[in-house]
């Protein structure tokens, strides 16, 4: 899971910029071509690509982080396999995404530093509880399959380094995706308690995986830089329509029922009713739906989230305790192992 | 027959003058569009940097489209072994794989739901992975 979604790229265009340089560079990105890291670009541009970059690499060290806690916990050997092969994937596109930034300007040590210390943001989903493997289950089928579809329009993009690690990356997330739904599919074909364990999972995680797509749209959101020099391609409330158009009607026909919920501090339910909204409209052939709570969305981004605090003291203790191997290799006296 | 050639005689045994070394290898990789990623394209002999670039434009990049070129030197290149290097391992990884997944999926959909109802879900799936 990963994504960058909900980053605010709030991007101050065109001040102090040489005019002629700034229309050859919209004439660049209007004629779809790739921008690349040498290139001439507006600060803001820069600015706004690394933010962006930088927040999608947060996200994904930080997201591995609930699932790998499930590892040792896997039902089965081949799950286990499967779920340690997905949390390598998410810090390697965490490498790959750090990567991009670093060539933007900014020290990957200095990213690490300003994560664990709050000065940056990774996505807000990461601060949701997975108590049960059925979490698991539906963080992947969900949260990845909100990744992949978001990825898609971002592999779009005009950043040339961004958008070839989003199609590196949008592999990798398929095959997250597949056995997300494998996991779900089984648990939903399974018996009553495994079908209980899937509906308290998928309750957990639905408004979560709406609001994975961030904010309600500003006016005009198609005139405003992220979009118009192609840095995002496709607005938010446009991308969860699509969502909900997809995976709407596959829950109801899995036999989840789709709720309105209420949450406690800790992120779990206490309130539930069926989500009155939720319907097809034949027309358009779009769902409607009971819109997020925005407050809470908010809320957690400033850091009052269920699993904030955890997430980035886990960070903290795993960057403190790798200190001495990250000396080992700078000071070069850290061989590696001989090939298996 | 010109002068010059008529007054070079045929002769054997070593050369007068010091063997002079060779060039340095370059490899070079050409990039054929904006933003697709560079390939590695062969090699080059050459003095320097500039050189090499100069005889890859020339070798590399004239006979089909390329965008940009890069030399890097042969020597700064380390790669793996076949014979001792095992990189992708040969026992089944299709648990990493989308399309390890693809089959058993689709059998447990179609349980559940009507085969349009499907179809259209998974117009969404990256069709190239699986
Ligand atoms: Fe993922
Ligand atoms: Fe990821």
């Known amino acids: ?340 | 027959m010109s002068n010059v050639r008529e007054q070079s005689h045929p002769s054997n045994g070593d050369l007068t003058s010091p063997a002079e070394g060779d060039l340095k290898p370059y490899v070079v990789f050409t990039q054929l569009n904006r933003g697709d990623p560079h390939m590695y394209a062969g090699c080059v002999d050459a003095a320097d940097q500039q050189m090499a670039l100069q005889f890859a434009r020339e070798h590399y990049g004239q006979d089909q489209k390329c965008v940009n070129i890069w030399v890097v030197p042969k020597e700064a290149v380390t790669a793996t072994n076949y014979d001792t290097d095992l990189i992708w391992r040969h026992t089944d990884q299709t648990y990493r794989l989308a399309r390890g997944y693809s089959k058993p999926v689709k059998d447990k959909w179609r349980k559940l739901r009507r085969a349009e109802d499907l179809k259209e879900y998974e117009k969404d799936d990256l069709k190239e992975t699986f």
């Open chain 1, 1 to 340: 899971m990963s994504g960058s979604a909900n980053v605010g790229v709030h991007v101050d265009h065109a001040r102090d910029e040489d005019p002629a340089k700034m229309a050859e560079f919209e004439a660049k990105i209007n004629a779809g071509e790739l921008l690349e890291p040498d290139d001439w670009m507006p600060q803001a541009y820069r600015q706004g690509m690394l933010k962006m970059a930088e927040h999608h690499a947060n996200s994904e060290i930080i997201g591995a982080l609930p699932e790998g806690e499930w590892i040792t916990r896997a039902p089965s050997l081949r799950r286990k396999l499967a779920l340690t092969a997905k949390v390598q994937d998410e810090v390697g596109h965490g490498q790959m995404l750090y990567r991009v930034s670093q060539d933007l300007g900014k020290s990957r040590d200095q990213m690490l530093r300003d994560l664990i210390t709050g000065r940056t943001k990774y996505h807000n989903v990461f601060n949701y509880p997975a108590p049960t493997w059925g979490d698991i289950a539906m963080i992947q089928w969900l949260i990845d399959g909100a990744a992949i579809m978001n990825q898609k329009t971002l592999a779009d993009g005009a950043y040339g380094p961004y958008v070839r690690t989003m199609k590196r990356i949008n592999m990798e997330e398929a095959f997250h995706f597949k056995s997300g739904e494998d996991m779900v599919l089984t648990l939903m074909s399974g018996t009553k308690m495994q079908r209980q364990m899937g509906q308290e999972a998928f309750d957990r995680w639905w408004y979560p995986a709406l609001m994975f797509f961030g904010p309600p749209d500003k006016p005009h959101a198609e005139q405003l830089p992220p979009m118009r020099w192609r840095m995002k391609t496709v607005t938010n409330d446009n991308l969860r329509r699509r969502f909900i158009n997809r995976f709407a009607p596959a829950a109801i026909d899995l036999g989840l029922k789709i709720h309105v919920v209420k949450k406690d501090d800790n992120g779990m339910v206490i309130e539930r009713k069926p989500d009155e909204n939720l319907r097809l409209d034949e027309t358009t052939g779009n769902w409607s739906f009971t819109q997020p709570d925005w407050d809470e969305f908010y809320r957690v981004i400033r850091g009052n989230g269920p699993c904030n605090a955890k997430r980035l003291a886990l960070r903290r203790f795993s960057y403190e305790q790798g200190r001495w191997v990250r000396h080992a290799i700078l000071r070069g006296n850290a061989g590696l192992p001989p090939a298996a």
